[in-house]
């Protein structure tokens, strides 16, 4: 019976902990991360070795490079105190911005999508950047203004005002997808400040109009929503969706096996990106697709725990926004695999191919991860533990004296 009662206790105390927000980041980031190289290597072979001279390993190794300075980026800025984020967060912004501006002059385009430059032969996708840099600056703002802001004057300066330009580059760029994301980042930061609901309701009046008319200014937009709503197809309209279906369904519940993928043999276009969920449950079932799916519902629930828990706004608001970018950019990308959504062309974060967004999604965690160190006793509780190389040198020393 002490036994029995003891484990619920002992979980509610895990649960409690000061420190579970950190280990769940922890844990679901390399969960993600880990996925994502295997299967970046099974998907991305087939492509390199059609374009890189034979080379089947060149886009892992540039998916490795992106993975190398993600997490520098994630681990330094785990260290950093919340302060350094606040006073960097303009900084981020404004490079961001001034990295979009010079996409719209000398950059390139991809699938349509005019985002990209080149910075010492690899390409940089500046929007990427946007995002982190957009959530620490409403963060900033919207604390600092916290209690003016039942006046639309107060709303739209500065945060309004520099959102409305990140989103206006954006769209320069034809990028509607990374659009939409951004929207949900500064919708979010400004729920979690604590503006008016009206406000909401007359700024989505505003941006369904916006949206409709982006749809219609593009007839390849019109005609990919006209194929989701009606199922109907001309020629090969369908075809990314139907061989994503088809994947999901050929895994079964244990998958066909690491590299075992048959749809990245040229079938499924952006496997190794877009459409990594797919190979995914194609090669590691239903079971793989679920343990992704609660990886980042750890996310959500860690990201939910630090901005309750947290007494700085500034924390509550830039969390909050970095973990609704994170969590329903999954959620689109997901929708879209499983055809709930037509196709958008965003990445699955942390886990599909791209430099640029694992970059920025390991920089985000490392946002995150600082944030998680600064709750409400986990400095005390970190400084409590013992390190691992305390905790080592006791296990050799016990088995000494036990020898």
């Given amino acids: 019976m002490t036994a029995t009662a003891a484990r619920p206790e002992s979980s509610v105390s895990a649960w409690r902990s000061p420190l579970t927000s950190y280990y769940l980041l922890v844990s679901a980031t390399g969960i993600l991360v880990l996925v994502g190289l295997a299967v970046v290597l099974s998907s991305s072979s087939i492509a390199s070795i059609r374009t890189d001279n034979g080379n089947a390993y060149a886009g892992f190794v540039t998916q490795l490079i992106a993975l190398a300075v993600g997490m520098t980026a994630l681990v330094i800025g785990a260290r950093m105190p919340v302060t350094f984020w606040r006073r960097a967060a303009p900084f981020v912004l404004y490079g961001s911005m001034a990295l979009l501006a010079v996409v719209l002059a000398t950059g390139f385009a991809v699938g349509g999508n005019k985002a990209w430059i080149r ?80 406000f909401f309701g007359i700024a989505g009046v505003l941006g369904a109009v916006g949206i409709v008319a982006l749809v219609f200014s593009a007839k390849s937009r019109v005609a990919r929503i006209e194929q989701w709503f009606t199922g109907e197809c001309v020629g090969d309209a369908c075809w990314q969706q139907t061989h994503g279906t088809w994947a999901l369904a050929s895994g079964g519940l244990w998958g066909l096996g690491p590299g075992m993928s048959r749809e990245k043999w040229g079938w499924l276009p952006a496997s190794d990106n877009d459409y990594i969920f797919a190979i995914i449950g194609e090669e590691f ?73 694992l970059i920025m999604s390991l ?41």
Avoid at 372 to 390: D, I, K
Wanted: charged fraction near 10%.
């Fill in 119 to 198: 910075i010492a032969g690899f390409s940089l996708q500046p929007s990427e950047i946007a995002k982190l840099g957009l959530a620490l600056y409403l963060g900033v703002v919207l604390s600092r203004f916290r209690d003016r802001l039942t006046h639309p004057q107060h709303i739209l300066m500065p945060g309004g005002l520099m959102a409305g330009i990140v989103l206006v580059l954006v769209l320069a760029g034809r990028d509607m997808g990374t659009a939409m994301i951004l929207l949900v980042v500064v919708a979010t930061a400004f729920w979690v400040a604590g503006v008016p609901g009206r």
């Fill in 363 to 403: 920089a985000a965690m490392g946002v995150l991860l600082s944030f998680a160190r600064h709750e409400p006793g986990a400095a005390e509780a970190f400084a409590a533990r013992p390190s691992v190389v305390r905790r080592s040198l006791s296990v050799l020393s016990r088995g000494r004296r036990r020898g």
């Fill in 285 to 357: 079932g239903l079971l793989g697709t679920l343990l992704i799916l609660a990886a980042f519902a750890m996310i959500l629930v860690a990201v939910t725990r630090i901005v309750t828990r947290s007494t700085d706004r500034f924390v509550q608001i830039a969390g909050a926004a970095i973990g609704a970018w994170i969590v329903i950019q999954a959620v689109v990308n997901i929708a879209v695999v499983l055809e709930f959504l037509p196709v958008t062309g965003v990445p699955l974060p942390l886990v599909s191919s791209g430099g640029s967004s």
